[in-house]
């Protein structure tokens, strides 16, 4: 499990797309977060990190896809992804930029 005096270790990247840059126009910021985060940790790492209020967060597991090379059969690794919807009038200065 992890620890929550470390929220760097929660979120591990936020996820720039067309369709992410699409929804901070919704209030919202999508992150790839570690595999053992549930809700309520993601909600502290952002309000913690990006000085926030979150109104609610949505979590997927994103299975690996299967891969092929020549003879050789594998996966791509699985991952975790978090939908974070910010309360109305607050904004993550950081990711402006990409959106």
Not at 6 to 14: K, S
Not at 15 to 43: C, P
Request: glycine letters at 8%; zero cysteines; a positive charge.
């Amino acid at each position: 499990m992890i620890e929550k005096k470390y929220y760097g270790d929660v979120l591990l990247r936020p996820l720039i797309t067309e369709k992410t840059v699409a929804s901070g126009e919704l209030n919202k910021y999508i992150f790839e977060v570690h595999r053992d985060a549930n809700k309520q940790t993601v909600k502290d790492a952002v309000e913690k990190l990006f000085n926030v209020k979150v109104e609610q967060v949505n979590i997927m597991n994103m299975k690996g896809k299967p891969k092929k090379r020549g003879v050789f059969v594998g996966k791509s690794r699985s991952w975790k992804k978090a939908i974070v919807t910010l309360v109305t009038g607050y904004r993550i200065k950081e990711l402006e930029g990409q959106h």
